[in-house]
């Protein structure tokens, strides 16, 4: 009799610490193993930054920098750095919580204007030119479209100077200095002239 009532006690013992271990392991989860619709835990997201791609794909990563064209970053674990077209991604969410959205249109530039050749300076004292930067050298040959002989020759080296004033311009350069003319006259053939130029940009 005094056996039967000492086991009846133990086993009932037995069969609570089982429930309460039982219950324990089933209510509580590792603050890890929380996951998302993606299947990545919401700690997990919250330590990297997210890219939403153009086909609806998402990427976890670490953004390193933001250019014109690419986005580089840094995988999570990983240490190279990667990237990818600007143009592939919609958006990036940052883990500090902001978002910048990469497929809103941009207004479009205005295109620069042409500066006026007229505004170009020329001259042919290499005095003023002093304390400038040099641009580019410019090199003008010209044919004259006739026989005429010194009065032809003239207008041919306006001519020659309203070219490299204009090809000045497209440099946006402020001054040209003439450093060499050269006028040719062969027999029979109209005359010719080569001019030089150095382009310099006022500071």
């Not at 089982?18 to 089933?26: E, P």
């Not at 479009?108 to 050749?117: F, I, L, Q, S, V």
């Amino acid at each position: 009799m005094s056996k039967t009532l000492l086991f009846i006690p133990i086993t009932i013992l037995q069969l609570v610490c089982c429930s309460i271990v039982t219950a324990r392991n089933q209510n509580t989860q590792h603050p890890d193993s929380t996951s998302t619709k993606s299947g990545i835990s919401a700690q997990t997201q919250s330590k990297h930054d997210k890219l939403l791609l153009a086909d609806g794909k998402e990427m976890l990563v670490d953004v390193q920098r933001v250019s014109d064209r690419f986005i580089f970053f840094i995988k999570p674990g990983g240490s190279n750095t990667d990237w990818i077209d600007r143009k592939e991604v919609k958006a990036i969410h940052y883990k500090s919580g902001e978002i910048d959205k990469l497929d809103t249109p941009q207004a479009a530039a205005e295109p620069a204007k042409p500066k006026d050749w007229q505004s170009i300076e020329i001259t042919r004292k290499a005095n003023d030119i002093e304390g400038l930067s040099k641009v580019d050298d410019i090199e003008i040959r010209l044919i004259s479209p006739s026989n005429r002989s010194y009065q032809s020759a003239k207008a041919l080296e306006r001519s020659a100077e309203v070219s490299i004033m204009k090809q000045a311009a497209n440099m946006n350069a402020d001054i040209v200095l003439i450093t060499k003319v050269n006028h040719i006259r062969a027999y029979g053939d109209p005359p010719v002239i080569i001019m030089t130029a150095e382009a310099y940009r006022k500071r």
